[in-house]
């Protein structure tokens, strides 16, 4: 195919009626320093960068709770694991120092056969469900989930070590987190590859991190819901139900919840209970980049004596990746293990096979143009469903919004294939939502709107990673 063009710039305006989220939500915090501060936003767009790098601080700094970084505050308040290994890359443009605690603080609630859980209770609070009470996990003192997230880590450790300023810091910290990654990437081989298929096993859609993507519908339909203890949903006090998944899934959640609780979590016995099992491709795609980053630390600290081992996931790995690819389609699909069929719905996790380097340089063409397709039919990249697609909803979470933290993963690996328009023209396209939009968990790709909980680290952490450098126009000239 021929090169795929930048077709967009950023402009040169923001609206000046889009004004920051502080006022729009009840629980939302009061930020110290200048106020709305995008309100009456300047025409001058270097001026804006600046105004979006401070606000981002602001919220980085807004939602610190002591080492570790709340998603959003009442939405969200605790430790999330891939929100904060994505939030640390933000900090890192603040505080190296900051950074590596994120990490720590993390990985301090391991558990002894390695997982990394999901979600971490510091600290109880009334403002989410499920907590701490309803999980019943006794494996980690300070409370936890029993199940994990996408593992972002070591591609954080990685990213953090090679731009380090602290050299010093950067190597202590790498070498004492180095052990704790490597046992969680072995936990994923034994816990949810238990048949050594090379691809790991996702078992309940929290643990996916897009939740109620329709790549889950069927799976999550075959899920008998079980007798359960009457809930009140939280989340709903702090979103619109318009943005958020149903009762039917909810219920379905809490059903696998109740099932894993019941076996205490053990890791030996989820793989093969559980009514939900399936090949999710962000978590595949994130662990197979995170195996390189990993094997390429190994190296680097003198853990040599790992890299076979490492080497053995990868390799397995990458011949798997090719039964999840619909050359028809140009684009990966998750597959439902239970069934035995890869999945239909088109999800912008589809393209993730991009940052992890595992497609080959014609899959890579082929997602290049689907996703180019994507993008003519919406104003804002990327959505998370395929925008033509029946189930397509621009509102509704992870079935249609735009996610910051998604764009930021798919441009990473569209430059490593040398698709650098594209990943320009994503850049420059994310820019003028947030600076048009300000800072919040979601967007809608056909109109902009922010979604979701406002003030949100992971956003802010990717719009500081992102833009510390300079605005994108600059960048990709
Ligand atoms: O909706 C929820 O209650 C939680 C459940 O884990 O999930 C959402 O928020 C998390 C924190 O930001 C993200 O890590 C997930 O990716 C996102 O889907």
Excluded at 339 to 362: D, E, I, N, Q
Aim: charged share 20%; glycine share 6%; hydrophobic share 40%.
């Amino acid at each position: 195919m021929g090169p795929v063009k930048c077709l967009k710039t950023v402009p040169a305006q923001v609206h000046a009626h889009q004004s920051f989220h502080a006022n729009d939500v009840s629980d939302a915090p009061v930020l110290p320093g200048p106020k709305n501060i995008l309100i009456g936003a300047k025409e001058d767009a270097s001026k804006s960068l600046k105004d979006l790098l401070e606000i981002s601080k602001q919220i980085l700094t807004e939602n610190d709770r002591g080492g570790y970084t709340i998603p959003a505050k009442g939405l969200y308040p605790y430790q999330w694991n891939w929100d904060s290994a994505l939030v640390a890359l933000g900090w890192a443009t603040l505080n190296e120092g900051r950074a590596w605690e994120e990490l720590e603080k993390l990985f301090s609630a391991q558990w002894e056969d390695g997982l990394v859980p999901h979600i971490v209770f510091h600290q109880p609070s009334p403002t989410y469900f499920p907590g701490p009470e309803i999980w019943g996990s006794v494996q980690q003192p300070m409370g936890s989930t029993g199940i994990t997230q996408p593992p972002v880590a070591a591609i954080t450790v990685r990213n953090l070590y090679e731009t380090a300023v602290n050299k010093d810091l950067a190597l202590q910290k790498a070498k004492e987190l180095f052990p704790m990654i490597l046992a969680w990437h072995r936990w994923f081989q034994s816990a949810r590859d238990p048949e050594g298929t090379g691809l790991v096993a996702t078992l309940h859609p929290w643990e996916s991190g897009m939740d109620n993507s329709p790549a889950w519908d069927d799976a999550l339909h075959n899920v008998p819901v079980d007798q359960i203890p009457p809930y009140v949903r939280q989340d709903l006090g702090h979103v619109d139900s318009a943005m958020r998944p149903k009762k039917d899934e909810y219920d379905r959640y809490l059903t696998l919840l109740y099932r894993f609780r019941a076996v205490n979590y053990d890791c030996k016995q989820l793989y093969f209970l559980s009514p939900f099992r399936v090949t999710d491709l962000c978590t595949n795609s994130v662990l197979y980049r995170a195996n390189l980053d990993l094997r390429w630390l190994a190296v680097e600290l003198g853990q040599g004596e790992n890299v076979k081992e490492i080497d053995g996931w990868i390799e397995k790995a990458r011949d798997a990746f090719d039964t999840l690819y619909d050359a028809e389609e140009g684009l990966y699909k998750c597959k439902d293990q239970l069934t035995g069929k890869l999945v239909a719905a088109k999800t912008s996790a589809g393209f993730l096979p991009l940052f992890a380097r595992v497609a080959s340089a014609s899959q890579a063409a082929d997602l290049a143009r689907t996703l180019e397709r994507w993008l003519n039919r919406v104003k804002h990249s990327i959505p998370s469903c395929d925008p033509e697609a029946p189930n397509f909803e621009p509102l509704r979470y992870w079935r249609g919004p735009v996610w910051a933290i998604i764009n930021w993963m798919i441009t990473d690996g569209l430059r490593a294939y040398g698709f650098e328009d594209l990943a320009c023209r994503i850049e420059a396209d994310t820019y003028e939502l947030l600076l048009s939009h300000g800072i919040s968990e979601y967007y809608n790709p056909v109109t902009g709107a922010p979604a979701g909980g406002k003030l949100f680290s992971w956003t802010a952490a990717m719009c500081l990673a992102w833009l510390s450098k300079g605005a994108p126009a600059a960048r990709c000239k």
